[in-house]
């Protein structure tokens, strides 16, 4: 739903303004997103987290940098992929795996979506970070242990893959060309 919603914003642009953002046009998954400012040092700090993302963690997120909700050792990972959602105006899904302290498991999906503010790219994120199902213990013991399981980037249709990634057209032709055993037997 968020997808949709920035991906009808953004039109033709590679990202929608941050101005154009309408809390009351995603009302229903509000509570799970967030708006990221990207700082001097390219660090992504939360300026705005949704009560359930809260919840998630037993805290206000305002002012805290992304990747520090990950282990120091996967830190780097993190900034990684909020450095391709930035500097290739492109969005990101990655599969999460978090964790209490007690131990509960709970998987999880987050979104990363390029925003610009004032005209200027490499200036906000908008994205969440929702559980794929809700668990009985969410608000009262935190997740204090995350960690990314998958991730894949998501390119904004029309827009063309970067040069390593195209596929030669003849060759993709011929992936998609399937032929059926048939015709008449004499």
């Not at 040069?163 to 032709?173: M, S």
Request: hydrophobic share 40%; net charge positive.
């Amino acid at each position: 739903m968020l997808f949709s919603y920035w991906d009808g914003l953004r039109g033709a642009r590679a990202a929608p303004e941050r101005g154009e953002i309408e809390p009351g046009e995603i009302r229903h998954i509000l509570a799970d997103t967030f708006v990221l400012e990207i700082d001097p040092a390219r660090r992504a700090v939360f300026r705005l987290g949704g009560t359930r993302l809260c919840a998630l963690f037993g805290r206000e997120l305002k002012g805290e940098p992304l990747h520090g909700l990950w282990p120091a050792d996967a830190q780097d990972e993190m900034q990684h992929l909020i450095d391709i959602v930035v500097d290739e105006t492109a969005g990101l899904v990655a599969g999460i795996a978090g964790e209490t302290a007690a131990g509960d498991g709970l998987r999880l999906e987050l979104l990363l979506l390029p925003l610009r503010h004032g005209g200027k790219t490499h200036a906000r994120v908008m994205g969440s970070l929702a559980p794929a199902a809700a668990a009985p213990w969410i608000g009262f013991r935190p997740l204090t242990h995350l960690r990314t399981v998958s991730h894949r980037v998501i390119w904004p249709s029309g827009r063309p893959l970067p040069r390593e990634t195209q596929v030669d057209e003849a060759v993709e032709r011929r992936r998609r060309l399937v032929l059926y055993r048939g015709g008449r037997q004499v």
